[in-house]
């Protein structure tokens, strides 16, 4: 009886083992081979022997296109249409074509920024310090984003990467625009526009682009002696009287633009200085052809006279 026990109990050990094995077998058949997964532990994950892997981060962008943008101007086109089809901004055009004029002519090429900076054209002499030096950026940036190798060839082009929240420095590579970057700021804070740029009725202004009267700026309201700001950065190009301005500062900040600030008193900059926005360039005034103290605020770009607006802190 004993004996017949202790055969069972092998027995059934044996058909334990038996079907053990069919169902391991049956799952190498189903499955195929066996692949080692690792656990997953929030930022790490574990594998089979514990051991701790961590992941590989995979770019899921594409990297950006650092070779500058080479746009062949066609006819009936303007910058404002140039810069809404290829998303560049007007400032960036003008930053990268110094001494862009208009009406544009066909056939002309337009260097074009492949992200927001502006693009510069080697010329003899130029070395990678000096280029630098001139628009007040670390040299490291120019070699990064161009991998240059070497010196610099005349007649190449290099791509200047610009933070558009922070927005150029100026020569002396200080932020060119610390107020508002990218934007003009209102020249007296808060003061109101009392004529807009464009045709007008009021006959003392002259013919312009077709029209009889045309006002080439934006007038804003404000007491004789008021201390007029720098609406952007850059360098002062014209100081004194001039035409129907009066005493007038111009201002070509760092995008290229020419800031004119007209029918002013006094003068508190000199050529060739360079302005933060905000910094005073000088005082309210009535000189010119002006019938009361006003500021008059003309923008030009490209040689043209161009809207201003929107002035961030003006009223109108």
């Known amino acids: 009886?004993?004996?017949?026990?202790?055969?069972?109990?092998?027995?059934?050990l044996l058909l334990a083992a038996v079907m053990s094995g069919v169902s391991f077998s049956t799952n190498l058949k189903q499955n195929g081979p066996i692949v080692a997964r690792a656990a997953s532990a929030g930022d790490v994950s574990m594998g089979r022997d514990t051991a701790i892997i961590k992941p590989i981060p995979i770019p899921i962008s594409a990297v950006p296109n650092r070779a500058p943008i080479l746009y062949t101007v066609k006819a009936g086109d303007t910058l404002a249409?140039?810069?809404?089809?290829?998303?560049?901004?007007?400032?960036?055009?003008?930053?990268?074509?110094?001494?862009?004029?208009?009406?544009?002519?066909?056939?002309?090429?337009?260097?074009?920024?492949?992200?927001?900076?502006?693009?510069?054209a080697v010329k003899k002499g130029d070395s990678l310090s000096s280029v630098a030096a001139a628009y007040g950026i670390d040299p490291v940036t120019i070699v990064d984003f161009n991998l240059v190798r070497g010196p610099l060839v005349p007649g190449s082009l290099l791509v200047i990467p610009v933070d558009p929240a922070v927005g150029p420095n100026l020569r002396s590579?200080?932020?060119?625009?610390?107020?508002?970057?990218?934007?003009?700021?209102?020249?007296?804070?808060?003061?109101?526009?009392?004529?807009?740029?464009?045709?007008t009725s009021f006959?003392?202004?002259?013919?312009?682009?077709?029209?009889?009267?045309?006002?080439?700026?934006?007038?804003?309201?404000?007491?004789?002696?008021?201390?007029?700001?720098?609406?952007?950065?850059?360098?002062?190009?014209?100081v004194g009287p001039a035409d129907y301005?009066?005493?007038?500062?111009?201002?070509?900040?760092?995008?290229?633009?020419?800031?004119?600030?007209?029918?002013?008193s006094v003068v508190a900059v000199a050529l060739g200085q360079l302005v933060q926005q905000g910094d005073k360039v000088g005082l309210?005034?009535?000189?010119?052809?002006?019938?009361?103290?006003?500021?008059?605020?003309?923008?030009?770009?490209?040689?043209?006279?161009?809207?201003?607006?929107?002035?961030?802190?003006?009223?109108?």
């Open 203 to 238: 006959q003392l202004e002259p013919a312009y682009d077709g029209y009889l009267h045309f006002h080439s700026g934006v007038d804003i309201l404000a007491a004789y002696a008021t201390p007029i700001a720098a609406a952007a950065g850059g360098v002062v190009t014209a």
């Open 173 to 199: 590579g200080v932020l060119a625009d610390p107020i508002k970057p990218g934007q003009l700021v209102c020249p007296i804070a808060g003061a109101k526009i009392i004529q807009k740029f464009g045709p």
């Open 245 to 264: 301005f009066g005493i007038r500062v111009e201002v070509t900040d760092s995008y290229g633009q020419v800031e004119i600030y007209a029918h002013m």
């Open 284 to 316: 309210v005034g009535s000189t010119g052809l002006s019938i009361g103290s006003h500021l008059h605020l003309q923008l030009e770009v490209a040689g043209g006279p161009t809207d201003p607006m929107p002035l961030f802190g003006c009223t109108v």
């Open 81 to 120: 249409g140039i810069a809404n089809t290829l998303r560049v901004s007007l400032r960036q055009i003008t930053w990268s074509n110094p001494g862009l004029r208009l009406p544009l002519t066909a056939g002309k090429v337009l260097r074009l920024p492949p992200v927001p900076g502006f693009v510069v």
């Open 1 to 12: 009886m004993q004996i017949n026990r202790y055969l069972i109990h092998v027995a059934v």
